[in-house]
């Protein structure tokens, strides 16, 4: 049986964002505990000053959101609610979407006495302007959710270039089996700087998405197939490929990848149940425009969320 606050513990969740920028002539000051002088050489006038790429990290500690800055080398805490479980970052890097976690006593049943529900909120990465863009209570009603049931997000991702967010949702029986058989319904998508709320497909449809690098389309990874869709929720296409029904779970959907040019998306999608725990998958590269899928690659006894694609320019 799960307890309550297992889910509360530490979590550390890291987004990492590489950010151009143009050397100072200077050196960064020595920190203050360090008494070493610091000096200030100027570039030569030969010089062509070259783009540095620096890191920031944002993760989750105790339920608080942290940023770590390479240039800096310091970690300051942006958000220290405590409850916090999973968050994302904007490809710009300046909004942090995020999941918060609550515990929920309720009454009347006596197999059941708690349950877990997420908000969706949002952050600027300086710290400021933290907003909820869904409540708990609006994503219960999402997913109608009964009296009993545990919700959550199990998926975010933002539509490339755009602070525009897609999420599905589930329901579960926290003292059953979790969130580890909770299938993914639905998808959503919320504006995080208006707060704008929209549905794109209803809670009968199960789902993974992926949003393409353009930003134009979105890959749908259902149970049985593959499809697309526009990013505004228009003109889903029919399955482009198809597969035999997956087992009960999110992580049994396939996995997939978008090539860089956005022109088809790479899916490791399965051919039959194999004996056991795996089964057999064949790599297939799948065109947006409607083309015919191309196998590029079969291998036997394995999960298709045990693939790691890296993503191709065609």
Known sequence: MNHPFQSMGALSL?????????????????????????????????????????????????????????????????????????????DDGQVVAFLRRAVVQITGHPSIDWIEQSALWAVDRSGENA?????????????????????????MGWIPQTHRLMYTGWTYLVQAEGESHA??????????????????????????????????????????GLSFIGSDGRNRSRDLLTYPHVGPGGSAFPSGVWTQDSSAFLIAGPIDTGPGLGSDLTIWRVPVDGSPAQPLATYNDSHSDSVTFSRVRR
Request: net charge negative; glycine share 4%; charged share 15%.
């Open 131 to 155: 907003r909820e863009l869904l409540s708990a209570e609006e994503l219960r009603a999402l997913l109608g959710a009964s009296e009993t049931d545990s919700t959550n997000i199990p998926q």
């Open 14 to 90: 890291a987004v990492l964002v590489l950010s151009a920028c143009t050397p100072s002539s200077t050196l960064p000051a020595a920190p203050s505990a360090a008494l070493a002088p610091t000096t200030s050489p100027t570039l030569p006038p030969s010089a062509t000053p070259v783009a540095v790429q620096t890191a920031v990290v944002v993760f989750v500690k105790d339920g608080d959101i942290l940023v770590w800055d390479e240039a800096t080398g310091q970690t300051e805490t942006i958000f220290d609610s405590g409850d916090v479980i999973e968050l994302t970052l904007s």
């Open 183 to 224: 299938t993914p319904t639905g998808l959503f998508l919320v504006d995080a700087d208006s707060g704008a709320n929209d549905l794109l497909l209803p809670t009968t449809d199960n789902l993974r998405f992926a949003p393409a690098p353009d930003g134009q389309h979105v890959a749908l990874l259902s149970s049985t």
